[in-house]
């Protein structure tokens, strides 16, 4: 069976969970009518399916090589690509007046989650540049817009993000890529990176790579970062390619998975790059593209996670051992579990990228926090919701799952690496109880308060599982009050559980909306039963395990933990 774009879920999430409707009313996106925003995904779903589908095992079976220092792609890929490029896909959510769309991100984050299932190695090439795209917008000169932007959502060009060092992964600030002033604007660009996915490709033209690097005399860590463009061929005078930059691809990286995607080691010679924002300002201006890319990977994990549920309904209705395998409780089990985590990771994303549109609309502070709330639970849930279901998909399958010839465990493979990149799934946790709640919890108050709203609203329709929504939001809510009282190392050692809490309770919340919206019998409200009662109790216990503070694990040393 090949994907199959799940355009109806989508559509049931943008017009009765998030809900989209509200961008819609704005000034700035007036155009996203509900009719305009049916035609796009459905045009994008057909796409994905008839496309760049078809192409995702020759990703897996023949992956991206180095040849004489240029990398060629897998069967297919230059050709899927330039179907997504020349139907202004990259674009979605680009400026018109460089050549893109317009659009909201939530279109466009709903456009990824299909492509991600349609072909997640693929569709990280149109993922990275769509958050340079924004980088530039946001802190490059004029002239650097007008001459990469256009190229970039035409698909002519392919953008990157530099960061990883062998020293620097996590920690950033210990990179040391190095940029000389050449005294004519320009700078020089020496160092290495690795782990640079699409640094090179077959595909397009020309490749910018964005390279965080320091000044001399720069201070050390963050602070002393700056953002540089650094083409791979020098645009001439008229714009176009001209001589070759000082950089190449010195190897690629054997992996787990997503082997159609050329993941790069990058040597930067002297090479010539223009700096983009102000000096020693370059994490600030790279987090503009994580922010956009880390809700990116989010929907990486629900694009896979939907594509493994789907082969494993497929399958399970097709094998027979002592009957249908999907009639079998534990089987039905599941396949129930899949679809439920998969809506719920979809709808916080959607309602991730909600936020942030509307703050683009509006300038509203509220809408920014929000978003910037939402991010670390979108990316890491999603992520973690993509490794659970495709794990579940290829179980689902029996010996046949781990079979290659089924083609799920490619999905388990490759979506391996969605909670790595971008900031571990770790990091993701340490962000929403540092960073994201400096505020005193002030936002995550703000959300809770709005879950046992509508779970109030929902008592007339849905009384037990509305009742049961309340409570977990009432329990998070003294959670998060403890959290906020605790200092930095407490907080880090619950990190990780609290956000899968937190998550927990907004996929009940979204499941009760759609439950709700459906008018509290039908399939949707089936689901919703299936998460509120068998899924949603797991906050109990990661709220536990967050509440134990750093004391229990920290008094294992790791000599302890070695024997
Ligand atoms: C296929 C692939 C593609 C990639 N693409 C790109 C790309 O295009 N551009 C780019 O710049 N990079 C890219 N990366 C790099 C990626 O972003 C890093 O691998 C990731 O940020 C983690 O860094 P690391 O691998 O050094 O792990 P480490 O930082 O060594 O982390 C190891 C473990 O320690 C934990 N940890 C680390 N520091 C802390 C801390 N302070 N507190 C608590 N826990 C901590 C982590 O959560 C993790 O579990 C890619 C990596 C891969 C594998």
């Known amino acids: 069976m090949t994907y199959r774009s799940p355009i109806d879920d989508i559509r049931f999430v943008l017009d009765h969970v998030v809900p989209f409707t509200r961008i819609a009313e704005t000034e700035r996106y007036a155009e996203a009518t509900p009719d305009m925003v049916e035609a796009i995904l459905t045009e994008a779903a057909k796409l994905c399916d008839t496309v760049v589908a078809p192409v995702n095992i020759n990703g897996d079976k023949v992956p991206a090589r180095l040849e004489n220092g240029v990398v060629r792609t897998s069967p297919g890929f230059a050709e899927a690509f330039r179907a997504i490029a020349e139907g202004g896909w990259i674009g979605v959510a680009s400026p018109q007046e460089h050549g893109g769309m317009g659009l909201p991100q939530t279109v466009n984050m709903a456009i990824n989650d299909m492509l991600s299932g349609a072909c997640l190695a693929l569709q990280l090439n149109p993922l990275l540049t769509q958050g340079h795209i924004e980088a530039l917008e946001h802190h490059a000169s004029d002239e650097i817009k007008a001459l990469y932007i256009p190229k970039l959502?035409?698909?002519?060009?392919?953008?990157?993000?530099?960061?990883?060092?062998?020293?620097?992964?996590?920690?950033?600030?210990?990179?040391?890529?190095?940029?000389?002033?050449?005294?004519?604007?320009?700078?020089?660009?020496?160092?290495?990176?690795?782990?640079?996915?699409?640094?090179?490709?077959?595909?397009?033209?020309?490749?910018?790579?964005?390279?965080?690097?320091?000044?001399?005399?720069?201070?050390?860590?963050?602070?002393?970062?700056?953002?540089?463009?650094?083409?791979?061929?020098?645009?001439?005078?008229?714009?176009?390619?001209?001589?070759?930059?000082?950089?190449?691809?010195?190897s690629l990286e054997h992996k787990l998975g997503i082997h159609g995607s050329p993941t790069c080691v990058m040597s930067y010679e002297g090479a010539t790059g223009w700096l983009v924002g102000e000096e020693n300002k370059g994490m600030a201006a790279m987090f503009t593209m994580m922010n956009n890319a880390r809700l990116g990977v989010g929907m990486q994990g629900v694009g896979v996670a939907e594509a493994a549920c789907q082969k494993a309904v497929e399958y399970a209705q097709e094998r027979n051992q002592m009957g249908v395998i999907a009639n079998h409780p534990d089987v039905r089990r599941m396949l129930a579990t899949m679809r439920a985590e998969v809506f719920a990771a979809r709808a916080i994303g959607l309602a991730c990228a909600v936020a942030t549109d509307m703050h683009t609309a509006t300038g509203a502070d509220d809408w920014a926090a929000r978003a910037a709330f939402l991010t670390p639970i979108a990316k890491a849930y999603g992520t973690d919701v993509g490794c659970m279901v495709s794990e579940t998909a290829v179980q689902v399958h029996g010996g046949m799952g781990y079979i290659e010839e089924t083609g799920v465990a490619q999905y388990y493979r490759d979506v391996r690496i969605t909670p790595i990149y971008e900031g571990t799934n770790g990091i993701q946790a340490m962000d929403l109880v540092g960073r994201k709640m400096m505020d005193g919890g002030e936002m995550a108050y703000r959300v809770l308060e709005e879950i046992e709203d509508d779970a109030e609203a929902a008592r007339a329709v849905l009384p037990e599982l509305a009742g049961d929504v309340w409570s977990a939001a009432e329990t998070l809510r003294e959670a998060t009050e403890w959290m906020v009282a605790q200092d930095m190392a407490e907080r880090f050692a619950g990190a990780a559980p609290f956000l899968r809490a937190f998550a927990r309770v907004l996929g009940a919340h979204y499941h009760l909306r759609a439950a709700v919206a459906e008018g509290g019998e039908g399939p949707r409200s089936k689901l919703a039963r299936v998460y509120i009662r068998r899924l949603l109790p797991m906050y109990a216990a990661h709220l536990a395990e967050a509440r134990d503070g750093s004391d229990g694990v920290m008094s294992l040393s790791p000599d302890d933990l070695a024997s």
């Open 153 to 250: 959502v035409s698909g002519e060009w392919s953008g990157t993000m530099n960061l990883t060092e062998p020293q620097a992964g996590s920690d950033v600030g210990a990179l040391r890529t190095k940029a000389e002033p050449k005294g004519d604007g320009t700078y020089a660009i020496t160092g290495q990176k690795i782990f640079i996915t699409w640094g090179d490709s077959d595909v397009v033209e020309n490749i910018s790579h964005l390279v965080l690097a320091r000044l001399p005399g720069a201070a050390a860590g963050t602070k002393g970062i700056s953002l540089f463009i650094v083409p791979k061929y020098l645009p001439d005078a008229n714009g176009k390619p001209g001589k070759a930059n000082s950089l190449k691809v010195v």
